[in-house]
């Protein structure tokens, strides 16, 4: 799926695919879907500083990414 994107790339798109789908969330089943953007903000910022990325770990998990 991702075969011709570095590990960066791919975290940053699906990253932003998940915010987008979050703000969907919000606007069609309500406010309680705040918490998934505030989580993905914070995972973001948490593996700027730590390296720690579970989004990373997944896909290679998966082989999604080389």
């Keep these: 799926m991702f075969d011709n994107m570095t590990m960066g790339n791919a975290v ?3 990253t932003g ?3 987008l789908i979050s703000v ?3 606007r069609l089943l ?3 879907f ?4 505030i ?7 948490q593996a700027a500083f730590t390296g720690f990325c579970p989004m ?3 896909l290679k ?3 999604l990414v080389k």
């Design 12 to 14: 940053t798109a699906l």
């Design 17 to 19: 695919l998940m915010v």
């Design 24 to 26: 969907i969330l919000i």
């Design 30 to 32: 309500g406010d309680f």
């Design 34 to 37: 705040i918490i998934l953007p």
């Design 39 to 45: 989580i993905i903000g914070v995972l973001s910022a």
């Design 56 to 58: 990373a770990i997944l």
């Design 61 to 63: 998990k998966y082989n």
